[in-house]
């Protein structure tokens, strides 16, 4: 029977082999860092989602590696699949937690209570990271089956769609924030080097 025959690929297209190992390489190569901070300095409570990100993105473009050279092997397509969508959320997890800190510092300047800011952004957050996940293990898990294809398909729009409007209200935080210290004349050193981390990790 055809259904009996192994699929020989779940890429709909010819995976590389070389770009996982660059990005793997490279995402490695900025977890180090963060590893070292979190160890030198005692940041886990600040930083650990950037380590846990860093750490799930990495081993994502890992196992996209291995699938590549394994494209009809199922349960790599759909590990890798999982992992390479559920780390940039997880990323975005830090970032809301260093704005919560930030805004602890200068409450007075705050758009709402601080506490409440790490929650709601936490919350959504994992909201997020739920739809990603469940859209990616159903398009992992998908093979032929179009239908299941294509509903993990519009999980996968749903989550990246509410990403990308979390971090408009994220970024217009952060801006007003910034413009309110300073109005303020409370744009001290510290607040300015948090301000322009942010500015480099968008």
């Known amino acids: 029977m055809s259904s009996d025959q192994p699929i020989p690929t779940y890429y709909p297209y010819n995976p590389s082999h070389v770009l996982p190992i660059v990005f793997a390489v490279l995402i490695g190569g900025s977890l180090a860092p963060h590893i070292w901070q979190n160890f030198r300095y005692h940041y886990w409570r600040v930083t650990f989602f950037m380590f846990w990100g860093g750490l799930v993105y990495m081993t994502g473009w890992i196992l996209r590696c291995l699938s ?8 790599l397509y759909l590990a890798q699949t999982v992992f390479v969508l559920a780390g940039p959320p997880i990323y975005s997890a830090a970032e809301y937690n260093i704005l919560g800190r930030l805004m602890r510092y200068v409450p007075m300047h705050a758009a709402i209570n601080p506490t409440r800011i790490v929650i709601f952004f936490v919350y959504v957050g994992a909201a997020v990271e739920g739809l990603t996940v469940a859209g990616a293990a159903r ?23 509410m ?16 413009y309110r210290c300073v109005k303020s ?3 001290i050193r510290n607040v300015r080097n948090v301000a322009e981390s942010f500015r480099l990790y968008m």
Do not use: D, R, W
């Open 68 to 75: 590549s050279y394994h494209p009809g092997n199922k349960n």
């Open 163 to 178: 990403q990308a409007a979390v971090e408009l209200v994220f970024v217009a935080m952060i801006a007003q924030l910034h």
């Open 139 to 161: 398009m992992g898990a998908a093979g032929e089956n179009q239908a299941l294809l294509k509903s993990g398909a519009v999980l996968v729009a749903i989550g990246t769609t």
């Open 185 to 187: 004349n409370m744009n």
